[in-house]
Structure formats: structure tokens, C-alpha cells
């Protein structure tokens, strides 16, 4: 196991993981739509929020314990559903799930994974985590797929509802995202220069769509997400969609991609037991605000009738402090955990968690506070957000 001792931010792991990733999958992870504005805002607006320095407060036994969806975990932080993760590393979320499991906090698997749901139950003893689904045309798919993530002993369905059809990320275009990579002369050039990921190819056989290939019907070209979603992804997606998955399903459901607070009171009366604050990284509408800076109208509007989560630029647990401060019961980390994971695989999963944790820990000394569930806005400078 390497020594991460020396790995003090999330920025160490973007710069390695930048290095050591091919590309076209490090270009996925870390770019956002058209102009990226809304990538950038989510990570910027956080930087303008301020913090309360409180001394003389009795800070000894802390605790970032808390709740979502009723479960206590280590922190109000879950590692985001993000697609292609293991071509970030060799069998990626089953790395993932691995270090949240072993950390103490949810792991949610993606439809768009390299490693399917059978993958993620065996590899983590059967030990619960969470799915995240799209809408496609082919229903019958979605039916089994569900069927597919009650016997892998998912504990709760996140929905995505703002990706009806795909966003314009240039940089996926320009260099021809497929999963795996085509043998081009320019991809060659590069995977020559990346050796530990290749070699952790050579070593898998989850190398595209685990949950699609094999289970999905008369579909076309599942190399390419692009024109699987062209195909696939259900323009026509309406809220009696959701009412007829969450029959179908059962169980907890998470309605994920709300950015406005009339969907978010949709999203209430829907019967779902949470929503995540969240415009997909910056990756669908560019222009669209923040998820810091959409989050408190929705937690005021909605936050006693559903539990508000949010994601969107995530670099820090001061950062989750903040979330939680503005009325987000829980927080996602997406890039946060895909630098983390094409930089040192596992082991740099749990480097990721442990820094998180410590900044959450330690900001909330700072600001006087004890316990995560007594952090409020009064932790904030006025003026601020």
C-alpha cells in the first residue's frame, strides 16, 4: 500500500489522477457543457461563503455522525453515481464500494458502470449500497434492472431526472469518448504513457457497460455512451414515470437533478423520501446557477417534507459543512472520488474519505460545534450566501 501521508487535499489527488488516467476518461470526469461555466460556478461559489471563527467553546468530543434516509453513517457524505468510473481505474466501483463500506458511507453505483450490480454485491459480501437508474425507452430493460438491484440488496433508488437528453461536453467529443478506447494512433500515443492503468486493464475483463451488456435488447453501439443515450435516454420522461418507478421499486427512492423549487415541491409530493440539489456537475445546462447557490431556497421550501441532499463541487469538507449549514441533509462527491480513485485506486478512495473527514471534523471546531447535526447557518458570516 502506497504512503498517502503526504496526500493533504483533494487537489493533490486531481493532479496525480491527471497523470496517471488516459485522457479521454480524465477529460470525462473533469469538464463540464458548452462553456463550463456551471462546472466552474459550483466549485467557486462555495469559495464565497464565509465561516464563523468561534473560541472559548468546549469542542472535545466532536462527532460528524448523522442520518440519511434514516441509516447513520461517518459523515453526511455519499460517494455520487458517476458513469464510466472504472475506466478511472481497473475495476473502479467495486473500489469504491469497498472503501465507502469499510469508511461507513453509502456507495451509489451507476446504470452507465463498467462494473455491473452482481459485481458490487459480490465483491462487498452482499453489504448494501445504493443504485442509480435512468429512464429509457426500452421498459421492460428498466423492469429487470430494478428487478436486478433488489437481489443485489440495494437499499435505496436514486433517480436521475435532468438527463433526458445529453449535454454538449466538447471535450468527450473531441476526443471521441468510447469505453474501452479505440486503438487510434492518438489514443495509443497516450495509453503508451499511462502504463499502471493499462495494466490494470490487462488484469480486468469489466472493461464497458456491465449492467447494459448482456441484459439490454436490440440496442445498438454500446461502445459509445454518446449514441447509447441518443437511443436510449427517454426524452418523454414525466412524473408519472417516476410515480410508476417508485411502485415498481418499493422502496427508499432518491429523486436526483433538482434545481428549481417548483420541482423540488413536485419532488415532495411525489412520495420520494429524498431529492439531491444538483444540475449533474455542470455537465447538462451550462448556465444554469450553482448547487450551493440553489440549495436554500429549496431546503426552505421543501426541507420538512423530503430530505434535501446536494452535489455539484465538492473539494472539501468545509465544503460539506457549508451544504449542511445552507440545509442540505446529505452531500455527493463525484469528481472528488474519481481523482481520488485514477490517482491510487482504492487505497486513494479512502485518502479522500480520511481528508474530507478531518476538514468537516476540524472546521466544525472552529466554528464552535460539536455535533454535525447542530450545524445551522448561524456557523456563516452574513452577507456571505
Request: positive net charge; aromatic residues 8%; glycine residues 10%.
Amino acid at each position: 500500500m502506497p504512503d498517502l501521508s503526504k496526500i493533504t487535499c483533494i487537489e493533490d489527488l486531481r493532479v496525480i489522477a491527471k497523470r496517471r488516467v488516459p485522457r479521454m476518461f480524465y477529460d470525462y470526469a473533469d469538464s463540464g457543457a458548452w462553456t463550463e461555466g456551471t462546472y466552474r460556478a459550483n466549485e467557486s461559489d462555495f469559495q464565497k461563503i464565509k465561516l464563523r471563527q468561534r473560541v472559548a467553546v468546549n469542542i472535545e468530543g466532536r462527532t460528524t455522525r448523522t442520518t440519511m434516509l434514516g441509516q447513520e453513517f461517518a459523515m453526511p457524505v455519499a460517494i455520487a453515481p458517476t458513469g464510466m468510473t472504472g475506466m478511472q481505474h481497473a475495476d473502479g466501483e467495486i473500489l469504491g464500494a469497498k472503501a465507502a463500506k469499510a469508511f461507513g458511507i453509502p456507495f451509489t453505483l451507476s446504470t452507465m458502470s463498467i462494473c455491473s450490480l452482481e459485481d458490487i454485491a459480490a465483491n462487498t459480501n452482499g453489504h448494501p449500497f445504493w443504485f442509480q437508474l435512468y429512464v429509457m425507452r426500452d421498459r421492460d430493460f428498466i423492469e429487470r434492472l430494478i428487478d436486478r438491484a433488489k437481489a443485489a440488496n440495494c437499499s435505496a433508488l436514486q433517480l436521475t431526472l435532468d438527463l433526458q437528453v445529453l449535454g454538449q461536453r466538447h471535450k468527450d467529443i473531441k476526443n471521441g469518448l468510447t469505453a474501452p478506447p479505440k486503438p487510434t494512433l492518438r489514443n495509443l500515443i497516450d495509453l503508451a504513457t499511462k502504463p499502471r492503468w493499462c495494466m490494470g486493464m490487462l488484469g480486468t475483463k469489466r472493461r464497458s457497460f456491465g449492467n447494459i451488456i448482456g441484459h439490454a435488447k436490440n440496442v445498438g453501439d454500446l461502445s459509445s455512451l454518446s449514441s447509447w443515450t441518443a437511443e436510449q435516454f427517454d426524452p418523454s420522461l414525466s412524473w408519472a414515470d417516476v410515480e410508476w418507478i417508485k411502485k415498481r421499486w418499493g422502496g427508499k427512492l432518491i429523486l436526483k437533478g433538482i434545481m428549481d423549487v417548483e420541482d423540488a415541491r413536485l419532488a415532495a409530493s411525489s412520495g420520494a423520501d429524498a431529492l439531491v440539489v444538483s444540475n449533474h456537475g455542470g455537465r447538462q445546462l451550462d448556465g444554469a446557477p450553482s448547487s450551493i447557490e440553489a440549495l436554500p431556497a429549496i431546503a426552505e421550501a421543501v426541507g420538512r417534507e423530503i430530505e434535501v441532499w446536494m452535489d455539484g463541487g465538492i473539494r472539501s469538507g468545509q465544503d460539506v459543512l457549508k451544504a449542511r449549514a445552507l440545509g442540505a441533509r446529505g452531500t455527493l462527491i463525484g469528481r472528488t472520488f474519481l481523482y481520488a480513485l485514477g490517482a491510487y485506486g482504492e487505497e486513494g478512495v479512502t485518502r479522500a474519505l480520511q481528508i474530507l473527514h478531518k476538514e468537516l471534523d476540524i472546521t466544525m471546531a472552529f466554528c464552535g460545534r460539536t455535533r454535525i447535526d447542530d450545524v445551522d447557518s448561524s456557523i456563516l458570516l452574513p452577507g456571505t450566501f
